[in-house]
């Protein structure tokens, strides 16, 4: 609870943009949904076929998951807002356009014949009968989409929409629970604060009109600002996104403070937690970020998907990935970093001691005093387990399979005695563990270095020299020390970034 | 005003209406009455092109109906439709004046007619202007969507089964209101109803349908005196035996404590023969002691149209 309070207060910047991204998207998902739904309803009110025809589709579009929805829009609009803004507006329209068109459709036909009987026009009849009783529940229907909204927004954070997902994913990520409650409990708040705030609102008709001259008034505001924004003069403008976790949130933020320094008027947004590898190379594909760091093996075997074994020496893996990305992408990788962050097998301090086992090679002495906890990938990957059974002839007494967030936790309580990891985690330093080291070079080298279009790094070859001020720095235990003091002991990235940066007079 | 001439109305093989000659003359409250599925609401919904008949012509003011604007037409005419159908968003002076507003006449103007309006039946306009429909009583309501049918003055107010949902105590009331309406404004109007004592009780001239054609048109002395047809004679039957009913004519003596020694009447002519030998009689009818005059049967009987 402590933990959590410490966290939210060191955080409410954050949280509180976070907050507003999530009331962003939503809100600009239901006018759109509004102002779609709400016509199409009234407008196909008369024609039953169009109209029932309607609900069928609105309500298919209801039944595909939202996530897969979200995948679907990636390669016809990208990622960021607008594909989420797309995904929640396309929600949204279903269930007010269903209360809406019900609702029209209920007024009672004798009400609807007199009207038409007494020479009313269309027009007339909608504004003074139709739609006045239908309004309860086109605002149910509103609220309804609202409350959805919100709560499938927390998945726009996938496609990097940003929003109170952003913490959910982070709290699953790094089995944090504390970010899973930020991300949880605002979401439900914000829905429900909202559900009741449609509800007050349309208690009364001044309160109703106020709350739509305020939003009118907002909404114009919002893009008197952009218009604005669009006429300035605009300095360079440089996105750096990271995946997720909080190495690569360390190491953007030291990419922007290094960009700033050099160039004071360069204004660097940095998307922390922005995907997986294949999600963040896409949208440096399109342009829609400029700058991620990417690791050297990875390049190998997630994006350029070469079907022979990584070379043990780092030098070689970076030389392929670079000439590869360059050939087959027009892109440019730059100078990696001194640390590896591969695979690698932990075990706590007592057991290296007691069994005299430092290199992975002494492992298969005691084989089987091993109890192995291991990642379902790892254990069964011929670059994990099923490659080092050969290489070293490990053969463990037991292995257990688990969640990657858990084995830590399996190790710390004694549950286990071996892991599996990433050389850079926190938890290495968290729990005392010793790494154990691959005298025989069996894993693929892991180093990070910053990736950019060609097109981009030609046009700003002060950011590339910015950029390689990075380069062969940062070791592997002073990227553990980072990684552990944020997501342990949850200090902000852009801190520890800058402490380094000062410490290693990199902004000299 | 109205002329109907030769109107014909055929759903598919279905014929709701067959040659149909009738004339409605201004300042008549003429009654179309006529058992159900007779073509009757068919008929009125003609006049303000709900309906389009299949054959024949309909002449409003000596023009052709079909040559009106529909809306332009309907705005012209007052409606009362079946159930009071006030629109139960808007208060009472919107529903008043939703023909007015629609006619684009200013809202004080609109105010001002609401209000002259309910005054002329008996709503105190403070009172009940800006009240909600849902909170006037059904009679109250009733009233509302008469005085809606006038607000624009028209020349033609048409009601439609206006008062067959209401109980015989509001119908009456309502009936009453039409009538004084009537004699007051001399506006014309179209009644279509199922009862037949309603449109004896309404009607300056009645039509009467049956499947579809017009069986007898006349005044309601003329219908009760001179049927036309077996059909008319049939379908009028029950008014004249309510002459002869006990019931009915105690409905107009007086209510007395309950006196176990009157004498015990059983039927009109007992009632008659003893009247005829003393001007006020005391009696027992139905466990029920009543008081009768002479006089209060001859207003009786007066009241009912004297004519059989």
């Known amino acids: ?508 | 005003m109205i002329k109907y001439q030769n109107v014909g109305m055929t759903y598919g093989k279905n014929v709701v209406l067959e040659n149909i000659d009738l004339e409605i003359k201004t300042g008549e409250l003429f009654v179309l009455v006529g058992p159900s599925g007779s073509g009757k609401t068919t008929l009125l919904r003609m006049l303000n092109q709900l309906t389009l008949p299949t054959a024949g012509d309909i002449y409003y003011e000596g023009k052709k109906i079909k040559t009106y604007d529909k809306q332009k037409l309907r705005l012209q005419m007052g409606y009362v439709p079946q159930v009071s159908s006030l629109f139960p968003n808007l208060n009472i002076e919107e529903n008043i004046t939703i023909q007015l507003e629609q006619l684009r006449v200013p809202k004080a103007k609109r105010k001002a007619r609401a209000k002259e309006l309910l005054a002329s039946v008996d709503l105190e306009p403070e009172k009940f202007a800006k009240r909600m429909p849902d909170e006037l009583s059904g009679g109250q309501q009733q009233r509302v969507a008469i005085i809606r049918a006038l607000a624009t003055d028209p020349k033609l107010i048409l009601m439609d089964e206006s008062f067959s949902a209401l109980d015989p105590v509001l119908r009456r009331q309502s009936q009453d209101l039409i009538l004084e309406l009537h004699q007051r404004l001399q506006t014309t109007i179209v009644f279509v109803t199922h009862d037949m004592q309603e449109a004896m009780r309404l009607g300056d001239r009645i039509a009467i349908l049956h499947e579809g054609q017009v069986q007898q048109i006349g005044t309601p002395t003329q219908i009760i005196e001179a049927p036309a047809n077996d059909f008319v004679r049939e379908f009028f039957a029950p008014a004249r035996p309510r002459f002869w009913n006990l019931a009915t004519v105690c409905n107009k003596a007086q209510v007395l404590t309950y006196d176990p020694t009157a004498a015990k009447v059983a039927d009109f002519d007992q009632l008659l023969a003893q009247l005829t030998q003393q001007t006020t009689l005391i009696f027992n009818y139905q466990e029920q002691t009543y008081q009768l005059s002479q006089t209060q049967l001859l207003e009786f009987f007066q009241e009912q149209g004297g004519s059989t």
């Not at chain 1, 922007?256 to 660097?268: G, M, S």
């Not at chain 1, 922390?272 to 829609?288: H, R, S």
Request: hydrophobic share 45%; with cysteine; charged share 20%.
């Open chain 1, 1 to 508: 609870m402590h933990q959590f309070l410490q966290l939210v207060n060191e955080q409410k910047y954050e949280i509180l943009q976070a907050l507003l991204q999530h009331i962003t998207i939503s809100l600009i998902s239901l006018v759109l949904a509004v102002v779609i739904a709400i016509p199409l309803a009234i407008i196909l009110r008369d024609r039953p076929v169009l109209g029932e025809g309607g609900l069928q589709i609105a309500g298919i579009i209801q039944t595909i998951p939202s996530l897969a929805l979200l995948g679907l829009l990636i390669p016809l609009v990208g990622i960021g807002t607008l594909p989420a803004v797309i995904t929640l507006t396309l929600y949204a329209i279903m269930p007010i356009y269903q209360n809406t068109y019900t609702g029209l459709k209920n007024v009672d036909p004798t009400l609807k014949e007199a009207a038409q009987a007494f020479g009313l026009s269309k027009t007339k009849q909608l504004q003074r009968l139709e739609f006045p009783l239908a309004l309860p529940l086109i605002l149910s229907g509103i609220r309804i989409a609202l409350v959805m909204i919100i709560g499938t927004a927390t998945l726009a954070a996938f496609i990097g929409a940003g929003g109170l997902g952003d913490y959910i994913m982070l709290g699953i990520q790094q089995n944090n629970n504390s970010y899973l409650l930020i991300g949880g409990i605002l979401s439900a708040a914000l829905a429900f604060s909202c559900s009741w705030l449609l509800k007050y609102l349309s208690q009364s008709k001044k309160r109703a009109w106020g709350a739509l001259i305020l939003l009118a008034i907002l909404g114009v505001s919002f893009g008197g600002y952009k218009v604005y924004e669009i006429f300035q003069p605009k300095p360079v403008k440089v996105v750096i996104a990271g995946k997720l976790g909080s190495e690569p949130e360390i190491l953007i933020n030291m990419y922007k403070e290094l960009i700033e320094h050099d160039d004071p008027k360069a204004q660097v947004t940095l998307k922390p937690n922005f995907g997986g590898t294949t999600f963040l190379f896409k949208a440096l594909q399109k342009e829609q970020i400029d700058i991620y760091p990417e690791f050297t093996g990875t390049v190998l075997e997630a994006i350029l998907k070469r079907t022979q074994k990584t070379p043990s020496d780092p030098q070689k893996t970076y030389q392929l990935a670079k000439t590869g990305l360059a050939q087959q992408y027009n892109m440019t990788y730059l100078k990696p970093m001194a640390y590896q962050n591969g695979y690698d097998l932990a075990v706590t301090k007592q057991f290296s001691q007691k069994y005299h086992v430092t290199k992975l090679s002494e492992l298969a002495r005691v084989n089987s005093s091993v109890h192995a906890g291991f990642d379902p990938d790892f254990s069964n990957q011929e670059d994990g387990y099923l490659g080092l059974k050969q290489v070293y002839g490990l053969d463990f007494g037991k292995v257990s399979v688990m969640e990657p967030a858990l084995r830590y936790q399996a190790i710390a309580n004694g549950k286990v005695n071996l892991v599996d990891g990433y050389t850079t985690d926190p938890q290495i330093k968290q729990y005392d563990l010793v790494v154990l080291e691959d005298d025989q070079n069996f894993f693929p080298p892991y180093q990070g270095a910053p990736l950019l279009n060609e097109s981009f790094a030609r046009k700003n070859p002060q950011i590339v020299k910015s950029l390689n001020k990075l380069a062969g720095k940062i070791t592997t235990k002073e990227m553990q020390a980072m990684n552990y003091e944020v997501s342990v002991k949850h200090r902000k990235a852009r801190e520890v970034a800058h402490e380094y940066l000062v410490k290693h007079k990199l902004l000299d």
